[in-house]
């Protein structure tokens, strides 16, 4: 995506990294001007800040002379732009930090009428959020840390959303590290590196002072181990501030642990004061002695294993540990090969800890129940209303036709070679792909020996009771038809790179599909075509084809250019006169709305003229798009991705959705969770059909960094219980080149991987009870529109706000389109909410004014103007709708109370932070009636443990379905973690 900035320089004299700075200035405030008193050298604005506007943002700031908090200098912001991505207002300084260590960032804030959103941050490492509404003045603070080898951050105030007046003061950026405070009177502190491979680099040490009232003679450094020095020096130094630079050459150490002190001396050799950092001190030694530890983990864990099978016991659960690290540990032994210590350290830290479980799991086994898990038997699977079915095998050789969930990996040489290991990492399915360039010859003749060879990985994946889903790829085209050809590149159409409306593409693709669905269908392992990856289609400039279906499009939407006129505002006097629409004007007017429209068509009747060819050949056949996570950002409207259009289009909701783990404290959530929630609750809700995340990304690609299994298993169950199912993760790959998209994946991860497979066992267990869930009917709808999202920035944002809010008040949420509520599915709702649905279609518009008048439901509008236009932006009245009217612009927590006061819904289930007896603040729940129990499934996403209380209405047996033990109604969650209860 291409992002313009449009940089205005009011306020700079000296801004960034004009002036020099230097290293020991950032032991203090950094921040210059923090206090705003100084004008720029013209005397004008402040001095050492600059202020940016992003696109067309209506930002200002202007001095208030006695505006401050001492009723002195200060600046004062306003904003005309509602909330839209990429326009803001930014006021900005660059400062000088520490690497590595952790920090404070505090300011005092005042304003009136101000929006929430509005926040600091550097859009890395820390965001601080203002206050909204009408407030005097208030401190706010965050923590972060700075990256390990970073020295500057950008303070920068991105004023984003709609404020009357808001007023900043005394800015402060301080370490927190350990200073040595009472060191001679100053300040002094201690940089190094908090691990590092002994035998690859030496520890580089840096020691900065600053008003010492003693000036030191010497450094003297140590580093120990058990009491041992394993690294010593001393250097001299002179002056009451200044810095050293100090390498050690460690020697390896029998574990992983050190001191470093570092002393300051005066010249009679008295100490002034001393620092102390802990370290990291990783070996190949040591490292090799924790393999050979854990590998003797993993013997115990297999006798533990033996002993359980001697007494009938299921073995499907430990069996996952035992699988990950009979499969990791000789991956850690060749990283150590490799020099990789650091990386094979970590992978041992993780299986210790997993094997640790599994053996005290073997000690205590849980309820026979518990362990007792169905596999899917390899045949062939059905789509039975918003799940997946197929016959499963028990352990004790029954057999069952029942709910499945399909989890396993992707996509390249590495599934298919370990396709027969999959079952005992507790996963069933994978992905894989090919294209048309290894099967269409230049003469339309065709190649089958890829067919040849997948239908062998079929066979195989039949053998070991593991489904197979196809990526045939459609982006792999071939080269030699793009020099037959050349008009048909020039696309912008992210994978794919030619254009979909060519004839010549038509027929290199029907080709393709007619070559290699025959000899696939019926395949009992075959459990779905993925027509395309990551599917957009952003331009085709030079398509002939391209602009006569535009023409032709408008001929039939107006059907004549004066109505197109009249609907525009413009004066054509022949569609062939219309231009191509630029998709990088995002600027709300007619012409983009039906050039989104348009888009939207044709792109999903691309993939519905791939669908129909497939099903011509093989009618039971399921296809899917992994359409990925672009529906609320507006940046993206033009792209050609409408999830209704798409999801009519296929027997599978497909898609390629994101959630990564937050290492820093810059969200008070550990993951991403709720906006991937959304999404597969969006794609439910257009035709009910189970989603398909083909390409499942749970960690960032070249992340090398930590992340707890609960992360993973918050991944795999919660996306369950929002729809999902079948999840194939990206990706099953190992890798030494640290540029590679493969590197840090789950391949590299053993916590993730056996947290995977004890999710995915989870979710075979209580099929029944998760399946329950999905289909509880919801009693609250919220309006998804395509039309109001291209003609009003704000939508998108109150959307998303008001699903997290009903999602904190237990509430499952439907999203229903203008198609939707024109076929009456309105009337299954107690309550439709429409956030900022300022146009919609007259379709849509007819139906919601029926509902507001029906008994005992509830139209609920957020914000000004709700279906005040058409999806040309003409007015139409609304005084005949009945509606309740919120404000918009509400906070999360803010819109959870108003929305908990507003909607008048029966609460036979409350689920409540045991403390204050109030709605949960950062944990999601959902609630349904199955026979003669309740189910609860609650998530805490908080980057903190939560202690909370739950009660059922008439219930007086809880049970934890995961650990199948009697519980309280109060329980803790920690990070991430979710619970799923069954009240009798």
């Known amino acids: ?13 000296c801004v960034g990294w004009a002036q020099e700075t230097r290293p020991v200035d950032a032991l203090i405030n950094p921040v210059r001007n923090a206090g705003f008193e100084q004008a720029t050298s013209a005397g004008e604005g402040f001095a050492n800040w600059a202020f940016h506007i992003s696109r067309s943002a209506k930002v200002s700031v202007a001095v208030d002379a006695t505006g401050g908090r001492a009723a002195t200098r200060a600046p004062v912001f306003h904003n005309e732009s509602p909330l839209e991505p990429h326009v803001y207002g930014r006021f900005v300084q660059g400062v000088p930090v520490l690497p590595g260590i952790p920090y404070r960032l505090s300011c005092w804030v005042k304003g009136e009428n101000v929006s929430s959103g509005n926040h600091w941050t550097d859009w890395q490492s820390y965001q601080l959020m203002l206050p909204s509404g009408t407030f005097d003045w208030t401190r706010v603070e965050c923590e972060f840390s700075t990256g390990p080898e970073q020295t500057k951050l950008d303070l920068g105030l991105n004023v984003v959303n709609l404020v009357d007046k808001l007023w900043v003061d005394d800015l402060e950026l301080r370490p927190m590290a350990a200073c040595g405070e009472a060191m001679a009177g100053g300040k002094a502190i201690v940089l190094c590196p908090q691990s590092l491979v002994v035998e690859k680099e030496d520890l580089s040490v840096s020691v900065l002072w600053q008003g010492l009232r003693t000036e030191p003679a010497r450094l003297s450094l140590d580093v120990r181990h058990a009491g041992e020095t394993v690294g010593a020096a001393e250097v001299t130094v002179n002056g009451r501030e200044g810095q050293a630079a100090v390498s050690l050459k460690l020697q390896p150490a029998p574990g992983n642990t050190g001191d470093l002190s570092v002393t300051f001396l005066d010249a009679d050799s008295r100490p002034l004061g001393t620092l ?98 169905p596999r899917y038997a390899g045949g062939l699977v059905s789509i039975a209303g918003g799940h997946f079915a197929s016959e499963v095998t028990w352990p004790d050789g029954r057999r069952e036709t029942r709910p499945v969930f399909f989890n396993g990996l992707g996509h390249f040489t590495a599934v298919r070679r370990d396709v027969e290991k999959l079952p005992a990492y507790g996963l069933n399915i994978i992905q894989v792909e090919f294209g048309p360039n290894s099967v269409v010859r230049p003469d339309f003749t065709t190649d089958l020996e890829p067919v040849r060879q997948f239908r062998e990985l079929l066979d195989r994946a039949q053998r070991s009771g593991v489904a ?36 010549q593409s038509r027929q290199v693709l029907e080709t393709y599909l007619r070559a290699i669905i025959p000899p696939l269908r019926g395949h009992p392992a075959l459990h779905s075509i993925c027509l395309s990856n990551e599917p957009i289609y952003v331009s085709a400039p030079n398509s002939q084809y391209n602009r006569d279906k535009w023409h032709a499009w408008l001929a039939a939407r107006h059907g004549t250019v004066q109505r197109l006129n009249e609907r525009w505002g413009t004066s054509y006097t022949r569609f062939d006169d219309v231009p191509i629409q630029d998709p990088d004007d995002l600027k709300p007017r007619p012409a983009l709305y039906d050039w989104v429209t348009f888009n939207n068509q044709r792109f999903a009747g691309f993939h519905r003229w791939m669908a129909d060819i497939i099903h011509e050949l093989a009618p039971d056949l399921p296809v899917h798009a992994k359409i990925m996570n672009l529906p609320f950002n507006r940046s993206t409207i033009t792209w050609g991705n409408d999830v209704e259009q798409f999801c009519d289009l296929s027997q599978i909701a497909g898609n390629d ?44 690609d070249r992340n090398w960094r930590p992340v707890p299994g609960m992360h993973m298993r918050n991944l795999v169950w919660q996306g369950a219980l929002h729809g999902q199912g079948a999840s194939t993760v990206w990706v099953w790959e190992r890798t030494y080149d640290n540029a590679s998209d493969f590197a840090g994946s789950i391949m590299h991860r053993p916590a993730m991987c056996d947290a995977h497979g004890r999710a995915a066992l989870d979710l075979m267990r209580l099929a029944p009870a998760v399946v329950a869930l999905q289909d509880a009917p919801a009693r609250v709808a919220v309006v998804y529109s395509i039309c109001s999202h291209t003609w009003n920035p704000e939508y998108a944002n109150c959307a998303i706000r008001t699903y997290h809010a009903l999602s904190l008040l237990g509430e499952k949420v439907d999203f229903i389109t203008a198609n939707q509520l024109a076929a009456g599915k309105g009337r299954e709702y107690q309550a439709i909410i429409l956030p900022q649905v300022t146009h919609i279609e007259h379709g849509g518009f007819q139906a919601l004014k029926t509902f507001s008048r029906l008994p005992g439901k509830q139209l609920v509008a957020l914000g000004e103007g709700c279906l005040a236009s058409d999806e040309y932006g003409r007015p139409r009245s609304t005084t005949s709708f009945r509606f309740t009217t ?99």
């Open 1 to 13: 995506m291409r992002i313009l900035l449009t940089f205005v320089a009011l306020l700079l004299s």
């Open 276 to 373: 102390r950092r802990q370290l990291t001190l990783i070996s190949a030694t040591y490292a090799r002695e924790r393999l050979r530890a854990v590998e003797k983990q993993l013997a115990v864990l297999r006798e533990q294993m033996e002993k359980w099978q001697t007494r009938g016991l299921p073995l499907d659960y430990p069996r996952v540990t035992e699988t990950v690290a009979s499969n990791f540990l000789p991956w850690v032994a060749e990283d150590l090969d490799h020099g990789e210590v650091g990386r094979a350290v970590q992978q041992l830290d993780e299986l210790d800890g997993i094997l640790s479980d599994a053996i005290a799991e073997c000690g205590a086994p849980p309820p026979v129940g518990v362990l007792t898990v």
């Open 468 to 503: 197979v889903n196809l990526l045939i790829s459609p982006h792999y085209f071939p080269g030699w038809a793009l020099e037959r050809w050349p008009e048909l590149g020039g696309v912008n159409g992210g994978f794919i790179r030619f254009d979909v409306d060519a004839p």
């Open 657 to 700: 959705c994101s959630n990564g783990y937050i290492h820093e404290d810059i969200s008070s959530a550990g993951n991403g969770g709720v906006g991937e929630n959304l999404y597969y609750d969006l794609l439910r809700s257009m035709r009910g059909q189970p989603s398909f995340n083909s390409e499942n990304h749970v960690v960032a």
């Open 886 to 984: 919120l404000p918009g612009d509400q906070s999360v927590h803010d819109l959870q109370d108003a929305l908990a006061r507003s909607l008048r819904l029966e609460q036979p289930v409350h689920v409540v932070e045991a403390a204050t007896g109030r709605p949960p603040s950062m944990a999601t729940w959902r609630w349904g009636r199955d026979g003669d129990r309740w189910l609860v499934n609650v998530c805490n996403y908080a980057r903190k443990p939560v202690r909370l209380r739950v009660q059922c209405q008439g219930a007086k047996r809880l049970t934890n379905l995961f650990t199948g033990r009697r519980m309280g109604p109060e329980f803790t969650l920690g990070m991430l973690e979710p619970i799923l209860i069954e009240a009798r």
